[in-house]
């Protein structure tokens, strides 16, 4: 039993090794926030009515982004990380020493691995209704235990010589297949966070900066609780004033606004102005609820 304990060791060392070539841990925790920064704007903006692609946001922007949403998941799988090798070492040195009840153990675990895979299939054929982030979760699960579960029996009955003959290649595409479901995951709980910044706006408009826009030529700008006033000097660099209009996001030279009441209005859309010297605007410092009529 003692000729080749780094079987699985070895294979883990081995294909780690392999990715840290290929990508740094920083780099990789980078790419997720990024990414993870990316969807919840994407998802977010495009319910407010503007397209992600016109932010022009920069990867800093969206690192930066998601640093307070990102920061409780990047915890948790970096605990997993850091207690999986003493739990499996752990785990296998009990199981060699008490077999029958392991191989017990392996039994209710493959069940539970099971019951996970058949879960998150029925999720995603539609047949139970699951949370977005919850079918991936229960897809991932259900494969790590029953794969675990597989080489813990295969460690009992054979022996460790057995195992360090596995081929590495099932154990990369194991691991291969659960970063999909980690990043399927991902995208699920960042389009949520979006969705809830969004309905938070839509809940209360009052949150975004009240702004006032004065142009030196008419914009004609239109929408729930926009008021347009011309000035009565003749001779001012900016004569038309506007009010009734919220600051959404300053990005890509640009101010993108919305109506004070566009929460009241199916038919509100969002504004952008360019960020020169031919407008001038103002900003409120409270967050005033704005006076709205009622939803048509």
Known sequence: ???SGGGDGADFTRIWGILTHIVTPTTLVAAIMMYFGAVRANTMYGLLGIDQ???GLSFQDYVLRSVALAIEPLILVLLVALIA???HGWVTRSAERHRTAAMRGIAVA???GLAGVVTGLLGLAGWAALRPFVLPLCLGAGIVILVYSAGLYGRLT???????TRPVVRRAVCGALLLLLLLWSVTEYAQQRGREAADRYWADPGMLPSTVVYAARRLFLEGPGITETVLPDPNAMYRYRYTGLRLLIHSNQRYFLLPACFATSPWARAIALPADASLRLEFHVLKIPPECPPGQ
């Open 1 to 3: 039993m003692s000729t």
């Open 53 to 55: 692609s016109m932010l």
């Open 85 to 87: 090798p003493p739990l």
């Open 110 to 112: 493959t069940a539970l």
């Open 158 to 164: 054979m022996g460790r010589a057995t195992t360090a």
